[in-house]
């Protein structure tokens, strides 16, 4: 079974390999065969009356047992995601792993992906990054995440939503600092093709009022090693503590000063403990 990159924009960026393994393999199967079938009719692919099979986030053990009966019969088949690498943010993880203890060669046919274009055209350190894909929804949860994200010396790959991006760099903002580095990505290889670059106080200014459309990766510049004194530690914790509760501060915080955020709640508890301090609300 060979995993099929496939244009993440530009039709014309598919490989003359991909090509080749969606003409000759026995089945194909796809996260969306309508994107599929437009794909190898723009490039002159017949499918001759193959199996054509979906396979996507929804798809359980009935669907991947259509799929490995072709190989357990000695047949080929050609798995593609909706656009770019399979298995980068798209299903067939189980597939693969489904594929793999039924003693069949799961192989890669390489090509498209957002995460390598949009780190090519970011302007921001590509010799060691993290891909973290889409973090949670909601913000407590998210900006948790980012947190946790914060002192890796590591250029930072992130997928978003159009719906959901000015609260993702709004929270990076909160969680980083205004400062932080980052590149907004947006409908790479299109004809709408956008990078927006600078700190992440400059792109939500950017952004802000706009409605954002497409596919948009988010990088975030690596991390800076900086020395963090304990009054600067206790004013932070302070003005969190004026607005946030207790264990969601500790954790802004932590994020914004690269610190780890166990000591950044340990210091926050002594604070609230302290007789002259009522600037926090403690719950």
Known sequence: ????ATPIGTARDITLRALDLLAG???????D?????????IHGVPLNGRLLLAYH????AQDRARILAVLESGGSVAYVSE???????????????AA????????????ASAVLAALAVSGLPTDRFAFAGFLPPA??????EIAALRSLSFT?????????????LASLRDVLGGERQVALCRELTKRFEEVIRGTTSEVCEAIAGRTLKGEIVVLVGRAETEEVSGDDLETALRDAMRTMRMKDAATAVAGALGLPRREVYQAALALEKRPDDADGDGS
């Not at 393999?25 to 996260?31: K, V």
């Open 83 to 97: 656009a770019g690498t399979p298995l980068v943010a798209d299903p067939g993880y189980a597939l693969g792993r």
């Open 139 to 144: 913000k407590t949860q998210r900006e948790t």
């Open 1 to 4: 079974m060979h995993f099929v």
């Open 33 to 41: 065969t309508r994107t599929l079938r437009k794909l190898m009719e």
């Open 57 to 60: 986030d929804h798809s359980g």
């Open 25 to 31: 393999a026995d089945a194909l199967a796809a996260e």
């Open 100 to 111: 793999i203890a039924g003693g069949h060669k799961v192989l890669a046919a390489p090509g």
């Open 156 to 168: 930072l790959v992130l997928y978003e939503s159009p719906k959901r991006v000015h609260d993702l």
